[in-house]
């Protein structure tokens, strides 16, 4: 479980989030939405460490992570596949996932053989530098590099972007898939809403760095308030 | 006899390839420094000068030769750690000038210092090996037991650096640190960590280079004993690519090899002129290197 509480974070004179509070429970997906520039990939940053809040607190799980350098965050069981995926395009695909695992205290091969199982078209490219694969596939990639530390928060920053419907469609249920059969704590960032509500559980709305809506997925779904002035959803 | 061992030509293309494996050497430092760090090291001829003088001038009254080698090799360690620590991780971020006048500076001041405490005279040390060129058939030919002790650390320096690179965790969390410090953060390496055992790991191939170079008979150790080496080292640098170790290893190779044809066949004097027109010409040519990926770094 992630429990925000107060948050506040500023890039100098520019406040990115104002008091920001929920909670992610465990084995449930929230999503976080909310227009550009409404704090969400801020939000993902602070989580993981590589942005100092001004006030507030995250616990995960009781254990504090404010103050805690990115790569202890990791080591805590935190995840975070960032906007714009990260995969080392110079490395291959097996040395991006061997990379992922040094986090995690679990072997190797079982760790690659459980990835290449779930992605089996990385398990086909795993000595293709990760350079040469599709948006798709780099996605999948983020992925499992993210999934072989066996994280027990998994923080998903735009992981539809610049990927096609149909791709963006199965994605999003395999991130469904993955919180429920591993019991993850997931927090969606995602500027596709439609895509977002259709699998959380819970949905929070940013706007300019506010909280204007945290409820059931299901309910902030059916909010023609929300759905118009916030999430951008015209019917 | 063998008349091609012992002719001209192979005597040039053995001896350019020993003169080479050290500005290979010495390239493989800076490369480790700039691909750990994005800091070209102005010091990096100067910082294993200073500590083979710790270790081969200050312990010689003490230890052999090789015991004195790994204090010297130690020294560098702890010389490139500190450096790293103290001085250059305030760098970072920084415009790029600020980094190349440090170093310069640095350079200076390590360079001033070990003459204030040694003399800028040359020390000679001890060669474990005859440097008397081997004969074949009554005739000499480029290449002694100090030539080979030479190649023979080059080759193994290389393979280790290769090796810890291409099939170590250790090697994978350094280049990660390099090529993406913030998603390796992310997935838990310890970068601030990666960036000081880079710089441990170059002063300390800078050393080894430091040390063959001023075992030599006919160079010794002074505290500007590396800078010509450090021009040479720096073109094969970045002929081959500042990314690229083995780019950087290849082209010191052969860049020895084609600068000692120049001074055997042409004039010892046009040396430094040629280097300078490989490296205007590879820059023109490949301005990443010859060995650099064309692609740009990060995905």
Redesign the interface.
């Known amino acids: 479980m992630i429990a925000v509480e107060h948050l506040s974070v500023s890039y100098g004179a520019v406040q990115a989030l104002r008091d920001v509070s929920f909670t992610a429970e465990t084995g449930a997906l929230t999503a976080v939405l909310g227009a550009n520039g409404a704090g969400k990939t801020t939000l993902l940053r602070t989580i ?3 942005k100092s809040p001004v006030r507030g607190s995250i616990a995960k799980d009781g254990l504090e992570l404010v103050g805690r ?3 202890d965050v ?2 805590s069981g935190v995840g ?1 596949v ?1 906007e ?8 291959t695909v097996e ?1 991006n996932l ?3 695992a ?2 995690s205290k679990a072997d190797l091969k079982s760790g690659l053989a459980e990835q290449y199982e779930r992605f089996p078209v990385l398990g086909e490219r795993r000595r293709q530098h ?2 040469k694969l599709s948006g798709g596939e ?1 996605q999948m990639l983020a992925m499992a ?1 993210a999934l072989i ?1 066996q994280p027990s928060t998994l923080l998903l920053d735009e992981p539809s972007l610049g990927l096609a419907p149909l791709v963006t469609a199965q994605l999003m249920h395999t991130i469904k898939d993955l919180c429920s059969s591993h019991s993850l704590t997931v927090i969606l960032v995602e500027q596709n809403a439609s895509s977002a509500l259709r699998i959380a559980d819970r949905a929070v709305v940013l706007h300019v760095g506010r909280v204007v809506a945290d409820d059931v997925a299901s309910v902030v779904a059916e909010d023609e308030n929300l759905r118009q002035y916030y999430l951008g959803m015209v019917e | 006899m063998d008349p091609i061992l012992t002719s001209r030509i192979m005597s040039d293309v053995l001896g350019g390839v020993t003169n080479g494996i050290i500005y290979g050497l010495f390239a493989l430092s800076l490369v480790l420094v700039w691909r750990s760090t994005g800091v070209l090291n102005f010091a990096q001829g100067a910082m294993p000068m200073f500590s083979t003088y710790v270790g081969m001038v200050v312990f010689a009254h003490y230890f052999g030769y090789w015991p004195c080698v790994a204090l010297a090799i130690a020294a560098g360690f702890l010389l490139g750690g500190t450096t790293e620590r103290l001085l250059v991780r305030h760098l970072y971020g920084k415009p790029e000038i600020n980094p190349i006048v440090v170093m310069v500076g640095f350079l200076i001041v390590l360079e001033s210092v070990a003459a204030a405490i040694w003399s800028s005279g040359p020390h000679s040390l001890p060669s474990p090996f005859s440097p008397i060129d081997f004969q074949l058939g009554g005739k000499p030919i480029a290449m002694s037991r100090f030539t080979l002790y030479e190649i023979g650390t080059g080759v193994v320096v290389m393979t280790l650096v290769a090796v810890l690179f291409r099939l170590t ?1 250790l090697g ?2 350094l ?2 640190s390099a ?2 410090p ?10 601030g960590r990666m960036l000081t055992l880079g710089w441990i790991l170059s002063t300390g191939v800078g050393t080894i280079t430091t040390i063959l170079v001023a075992s030599n008979f006919f160079t010794g150790l002074t505290p500007q004993v590396m800078d010509g080496i450090f021009a040479f080292g720096f073109i094969a640098a970045a002929v081959g690519g500042l990314e690229s170790p083995v780019g950087a290893i290849l082209a010191g190779v052969g860049i020895g090899v084609a600068l000692q044809f120049v001074g055997d066949y042409v004039n010892s004097n046009a040396i430094i002129l040629v280097a300078l027109g490989i490296l205007v010409v590879s820059l023109m040519v490949r301005p990443n290197g010859i060995f650099s ?1 064309r ?5």
């Open positions: 993981s460490g590589l350098a990115p790569e990791a080591r975070h960032p714009g995926r990260g995969v080392i395009g110079e490395f040395e061997r990379l992922g040094l986090a990760a350079a780099r590099r530390a | 965790n994978l969390q280049r990660a090529l993406a913030e998603v390796s953060r992310l997935l838990g390496v310890r970068v990926p692609s740009t770094r990060r995905v």
